[in-house]
């Protein structure tokens, strides 16, 4: 039999009261832990994956996976980006709440302003995204 330590209680506002407290899946378990975020924006991401499961099942998996990749991307961003960086997210899942809500199809067409504001990166992933047959760009 293994010898049992015992465990410490979670103070709150701890780290681990924090991450007991999400009961994320374990997939994002562990980009959770990586990440130096305040908890708002534990909170979001976590918002955010919760409110892709109104979404098809195509949908959800490229919404999940964006969503992970973002905030893995921007986990050591400055504190001025991620202001803006957890505003745009919010906007977006406040807009997927209220078209989920009002029974609308979830999304927004892209503008030409949109799509030229976005990177070449960006824009190879939105044609990957809307034809996969389509060859990916070399970086």
Same mark, same amino acid.
């Given at each position: 039999?293994?010898?049992?330590?015992?465990?410490?209680?979670?103070?709150? &506002?701890?780290?681990?009261?924090?991450?007991?407290?999400?009961? /994320?899946?374990?997939?994002?378990? =562990?980009?959770?832990?990586? %990440?130096?975020?305040?908890?708002?924006?534990?909170?979001?991401?976590?918002?955010?994956? =919760?409110?892709?499961?109104?979404?098809?099942?195509?949908?959800? =998996?490229?919404?999940?996976? %964006?969503? =992970?990749?973002?905030?893995?991307?921007?986990?050591?961003?400055?504190?001025?980006?991620?202001?803006?960086?957890?505003?745009?997210?919010?906007?977006?899942?406040?807009?997927?709440?209220?078209?989920?809500?009002? &029974?609308?199809?979830?999304?927004? /067409?892209?503008?030409?302003?949109?799509? %030229?504001?976005? !990177?070449?990166?960006?824009?190879? /992933?939105?044609?990957?995204?809307?034809?996969?047959?389509?060859? /990916?760009?070399? !970086?």
């Amino acid at each position: 039999a293994r010898a049992r330590t015992a465990r410490r209680p979670l103070r709150r &506002g701890s780290h681990r009261h924090l991450h007991s407290q999400l009961r /994320a899946p374990a997939a994002c378990a =562990k980009l959770l832990r990586r %990440m130096p975020h305040s908890s708002t924006a534990i909170k979001l991401f976590r918002d955010i994956l =919760k409110a892709h499961r109104a979404l098809p099942p195509a949908h959800r =998996k490229l919404g999940d996976s %964006m969503v =992970k990749q973002e905030f893995r991307q921007h986990q050591n961003a400055t504190p001025n980006f991620l202001f803006q960086f957890e505003r745009q997210w919010r906007d977006y899942l406040q807009q997927l709440r209220v078209q989920t809500l009002r &029974g609308e199809p979830v999304g927004r /067409a892209l503008s030409d302003e949109d799509i %030229m504001a976005l !990177s070449d990166e960006q824009r190879n /992933a939105l044609a990957q995204a809307l034809d996969p047959s389509a060859p /990916a760009a070399d !970086s």
